[in-house]
């Protein structure tokens, strides 16, 4: 059995250049933009930049069209809108740009009307660095959840999903070849969503998972 490998990583934000006034421009910026970076960025990033992240509207597009088109009822339809759910970042991009086209078809949409703020069409690079840590058995783990860093339960939990043939976690990959008895606790942590909850949240949502299983495997 290979050792996990605990690895720790940061998004580098990279502007594109692009940019969008009002809500046909963000279409039309979209349609012709298929660098899955941009929308991986726009979706996942939020969750390492260091500023507070509007719990209501995930990610950037709804935000936006909440907070600088005043555009509720098109955040609203853009924030249920659920990265995990599509195997290709480009079918992801299309949705975006469906969702936009649905509200443009509408009667009352008014499409003279700029936001406050542009969009600013952002990608980006992920750094990885080692932490020379490795763990041997799911076990050690669960010592180490609690303390484990933000970038690192990014990098294995939510990056893995674009860099494994399974779309899982690294974690959930590692336990499949730990022995049989570590199979409902991979497929446990497989299943939980990643997208609706803060890096924070997530990590005590693994926490209490890993103390579930694994206290009462080893306890008296």
């Not at 992801?92 to 700029?114: A, G, N, P, T, Y």
């Not at 399974?166 to 299943?191: T, V």
Request: contains cysteine; negative net charge.
């Amino acid at each position: 059995m290979e050792p996990f490998v605990l690895t720790d990583c940061a998004l580098i934000s990279i502007a594109t250049g692009e940019m969008a006034h009002n809500l046909r421009e963000l279409r039309d910026r979209m349609a012709r933009m298929d660098d899955p970076a941009v929308t991986y960025f726009h979706f996942w990033g939020g969750l390492l930049r260091p500023h507070f992240v509007d719990p209501e509207y995930q990610n950037d597009f709804a935000a936006w069209a909440y907070h600088d088109l005043h555009e509720r009822r098109l955040a609203e339809r853009l924030a249920i809108i659920n990265p995990t759910e599509f195997e290709a970042i480009d079918d992801l991009r299309r949705k975006v740009i469906d969702v936009v086209e649905e509200r443009m078809d509408e009667q009352d949409f008014e499409s003279h009307v700029d936001a406050e703020n542009p969009f600013f069409f952002m990608r980006f690079q992920i750094v990885i660095f080692d932490t020379r840590q490795r763990l041997h058995m799911p076990e050690q783990l669960l010592d180490i959840m609690p303390t484990i860093s933000l970038g690192s339960l990014f990098y294995h939990f939510i990056d893995s999903r674009r860099r494994t043939q399974s779309r899982r976690n690294d974690f959930s990959e590692w336990m499949g070849g730990c022995g049989k008895q570590y199979a409902k606790l991979a497929a446990q942590i497989a299943a939980v969503d990643p997208y609706f909850n803060s890096l924070t949240e997530l990590r005590d949502n693994l926490h209490a998972i890993l103390q579930s299983n694994l206290q009462k495997a080893t306890g008296p």
